[in-house]
């Protein structure tokens, strides 16, 4: 399976590359040369993406042909994407990095994954229902859970299972009454 380091880059490249050849696609919508060169330049860096291993590149000198064209002849578009925020980019990154992730697991491991995401989230949900709860027990539990699909993402089954018993340890603590704030 691919490093995670080069899943997250496949991942950046592509979430920019689907956003950027998006909004071209609608400003070359009647014209059949530029829809071509559009065309060209996707299908460059889809196969550069999908190679074995992937050439990061090469897929970025696509990507970049086509954010000097946007830049060019859009730069003042109303509806031109704008690079996200750093979190935000990051958050949409992390969204395609779990499915090329995904992709590359067996079917077996997905399984697993799921029931371990399945408990994870059944778990979480039950402790944080419990009446009385106190504050900090409560962003102890958030803190592990998420700690669990941090495991999860990374494909560390183990530490997983592992996060979530200490999540149902943290939510058997004598549960009191407290203000957060």
């Known amino acids: 399976m691919a490093g995670l380091y080069e899943i997250w880059q496949r991942a950046e490249v592509s979430r920019r590359l689907d956003v950027l050849s998006g909004f071209i696609a609608m400003c070359v919508a009647r014209d059949d040369d530029a829809r071509r060169r559009l065309t060209q330049l996707v299908a460059g860096a889809d196969a550069a993406l999908s190679s074995s291993p992937p050439d990061l590149g090469v897929a970025s000198e696509y990507l970049e042909e ?5 830049d060019t002849e859009w730069a003042d578009h109303p509806y031109r994407p704008v690079e996200a925020r750093p979190d935000e980019a990051d958050r949409q990154t992390r969204d395609y990095a779990k ?39 409560r962003q102890d539990i958030f803190y592990v859970a998420g700690r669990a699909a941090m495991a999860l993402d990374l494909g560390h089954l183990e530490a997983a299972e ?18 957060c704030g």
């Open 162 to 179: 592992r996060e979530i018993r200490r999540m149902e340890q943290v939510g058997s603590v004598e549960p009191r009454e407290s203000r």
């Open 99 to 137: 499915d090329l992730r995904h992709a590359a697991l067996s079917a077996g491991v997905r399984d697993e994954m799921g029931g371990i995401e399945l408990s994870l989230e059944v778990r979480f949900l039950a402790l944080c229902r419990q009446p009385g709860l106190g504050c900090r027990i």
């Open 66 to 70: 086509l954010v000097w064209w946007a």
